[in-house]
């Protein structure tokens, strides 16, 4: 399920030649001074060593907030590198931490303890119908798997930037539930779900609909959809919501966005339907 294009492969190996060295990351990881700590357990997050759950451990205790949570957060995303002999200290820390507070290091607990244990009824986790597949974020990236026994795979959302480069979409904030995070849309046969992500860009909104047994995560939003869109679109406040199913359809709406200076716009929008069965994308009617 790692839908990452060609273009963005190579571009990601070209990043890892300046990747950190995960060794001497993880060795920060003791360091006394807090403020080394604190940047090594943020290294961590998008290093790969089986060694990362077990340095962060102690880590569940530190004097700081934000290190307890990048802790959880490190154990949770690597939660297969931890031996099943071993899960049960995990788990009686990470309940610990969660204890301390505040309320996103509790939820970032919640979701290492949910992936160490195949617990998803906790809120980072987004289920859907028939609780066949489950939704949740890691390493701010979406992640779709079967509630039994599924591959945890990072979804690659990708889309071509104003610049005309490929570029990986990731999340901008990750210390939510799952709802806030995706504001995901389940279709009622369980086998797909449309969602957002939260990213740092004013009106750029654009709409994901993954479906199981296809090839492709499907990214829709007005620059890519401009073919289907009448002249004025899109402009500096076009964006984008979900509205509806419509059977195996996703249909969205396209519309410009109010001014920070003035009244919303009176516009009604363009509609667009995308068949995850076909993978056809028409406008289409209100």
Known sequence: MNFLAPALL????????HAADPAKEI?????????????AVEAVQTLDDPGIPAAC??????EGV???????????????????EQRKIYL????????????????????????LTSNFSFPSFSV???????LYERRKLPVVTLVKGGNHELLSPVWTAWNGEPELLKMAITNESAEELFAPHWHSSGEAVAFTMKLQRRWFHPIFVWSAGSPDLKVLEPKSL???????Y????????????????????????????????NDPGVFISYDFNTGKVVRVEK
């Open 234 to 265: 899109p402009n500096w406040g076009t964006t984008s919501d979900f509205v509806k199913w419509d059977g195996t359809k996703a249909v969205i709406r396209i519309y410009d966005c109010a001014s920070p200076d003035g009244p919303p716009p």
């Open 57 to 62: 451990l102690p880590l569940l205790k530190d």
């Open 226 to 232: 401009k073919p289907l869109l009448p002249p004025r």
């Open 66 to 84: 934000s290190i307890r949570r990048q802790a959880a957060r490190a154990i949770g995303s690597r939660f297969s590198d931890v031996p099943a």
């Open 92 to 115: 009686a820390a990470l309940k610990q931490c969660e204890a301390l507070g505040p309320a996103d290091n509790a939820l970032i607990c919640q979701r290492a303890i949910g992936l």
């Open 128 to 134: 859907g119908p028939r609780k066949k597949w489950v």
């Open 10 to 17: 190579f571009l990601a190996a070209a990043m890892s030649l």
């Open 27 to 39: 060795a920060r990881l003791a360091s006394p001074d807090i403020a080394v700590r604190r940047a």
